[in-house]
T-cell receptor, first 112, second 111 residues
Framework: ETGVTQSPTHLIKTRGQQVTLRCSSQ?????VSWYQQALGQGPQFIFQ???????GRGNFPPRFSGLQFPNYSSELNVNALELDDSALYLC???????????FGEGSRLTVL | TQLLEQSPQFLSIQEGENLTVYCNSS?????LQWYRQEPGEGPVLLVT?????EVKKLKRLTFQFGDARKDSSLHITAAQPGDTGLYLC???????????FGTGTRLKVLA
């Protein structure tokens, strides 16, 4: 059974740039959630995708967008990067009828 | 807005000591989970509690869900250095699988 994998693991961008983060969900899981975790804090819910549709969104501006593909993998896109976007971005997948989240190791984004 | 506050924020104890971490909210959650996160890794699920008053044990860890499903606690008996990490509680938004995470408790157990 393949776990949740995220790429890239680390990246550095400058203000105003755009970034795409990728996530492959665990085998058999059809729901993917994205979280932002600032240093020293708990993860903050960005949005969730279920069967390629956004299924709920946290308090993040529209420049945070996402996609889910037919194979349930997902992308998180952030436009017009700001310094405060520097964080660990976590992807979590969950299966049908279960609330258990399985997290990847995260993508650490630094915005300079 | 649903919020989960954890206390204490930081805890440094000696090996063999006992400790309790609290997770409190003014909101009711349909279920609550506890995770442990180590540096450079994503959170790993420890337990899910669903019923008010429920108590679950995982080796030296005891988890309790409050009767009103607004709060939870994690008690560790005879802490070991391997217990070191960031402990996070997460409440499920009613009727969904969207989880609201707590502020986290960073535990360090010294040998």
């Amino acid at each position: 059974e393949t776990g949740v994998t995220q790429s890239p693991t680390h990246l550095i961008k400058t203000r105003g740039q755009q970034v795409t983060l990728r996530c492959s969900s665990q085998s058999g899981h059809n729901t993917v959630s994205w979280y932002q975790q600032a240093l020293g804090q708990g993860p903050q819910f960005i949005f969730q995708y279920y069967r390629e549709e956004e299924n709920g969104r946290g308090n993040f501006p529209p420049r945070f967008s996402g996609l889910q593909f037919p194979n349930y993998s997902s992308e998180l896109n952030v436009n017009a990067l700001e310094l405060d976007d520097s964080a660990l971005y976590l992807c979590a997948s969950s299966g049908i009828g279960t609330g258990e989240l399985f997290f990847g190791e995260g993508s650490r984004l630094t915005v300079l | 807005t649903q919020l989960l506050e954890q206390s204490p924020q930081f805890l440094s104890i000696q090996e063999g000591e006992n400790l309790t971490v609290y997770c409190n909210s003014s909101s009711v959650f349909s279920s609550l989970q506890w995770y442990r996160q180590e540096p450079g890794e994503g959170p790993v699920l420890l337990v899910t509690v669903v019923t008010g008053g429920e108590v679950k044990k995982l080796k030296r860890l005891t988890f309790q869900f409050g009767d009103a499903r607004k709060d939870s606690s994690l008690h560790i008996t005879a802490a070991q250095p391997g217990d070191t990490g960031l402990y996070l509680c997460a409440g499920a938004d009613s009727g969904t699988y969207k989880y609201i995470f707590g502020t986290g408790t960073r535990l360090k157990v010294l040998a």
